[in-house]
């Protein structure tokens, strides 16, 4: 489960095609200052990226539950033969919603993609992932993180021995 984006730059509040958030969605901020650094730690992250076990993906007890990541970032030229950047991230899912948590330099960002699943996707289906505006989806991706974490650690011991 790849990401894709138009930049090598995280969107902020917008979509991927660049789009700001609708006003109903700029009513409401699902993480408050400072709760994002605090519930996604990138020395955390790049644990999971750079584990020791050498693993690309898992399944954990947590509400998005199945889990793939990628640790490096590349360019790659779209079936439509447009140009997209692949940054290093976390892609979590419940079978239902895929979120995602980007990593670009020394910041992350949640993202949903609700168009992750589509098999014939417009130009702009390739990048319609948005920010995060619900806060279960918030809770529900910081859940699953700390499983992940929790897990990656325990399979980092194993394989330690």
Not at 2 to 17: A, F, I, K, P, T
Not at 128 to 136: E, F, I, Q, T
Not at 152 to 160: G, H, M, N, S, Y
Request: net charge positive; aromatic share 10%.
């Amino acid at each position: 489960m790849n990401l894709y984006y138009r930049e090598e730059r995280l969107c902020g509040q917008q979509s991927g095609n660049g789009r700001p958030r609708g006003w109903l969605e700029r009513l409401t901020s699902p993480v408050r200052p400072g709760e994002l650094e605090e519930a996604f730690p990138l020395s955390e992250i790049n644990a999971v990226l750079y584990n020791r076990h050498n693993s690309i993906g898992c399944s954990v007890k947590a509400p998005l539950g199945n889990v793939m990541w990628r640790n490096e970032a590349l360019w790659y030229t779209l079936p439509c033969q447009v140009g997209a950047y692949i940054p290093r991230h976390l892609a979590f899912t419940d079978g239902r919603r895929d979120v995602y948590l980007v990593v670009i330099g020394g910041a992350c960002e949640p993202r949903l993609w609700p168009d992750s699943r589509e098999r014939n996707r417009s130009p702009d289906q390739w990048f319609s992932h948005r920010p995060l505006v619900r806060r279960g989806d918030f809770l529900a991706l910081k859940e699953s993180f700390a499983a992940l974490v929790a897990h990656v650690r325990k399979e980092d011991r194993l394989a330690d021995q």
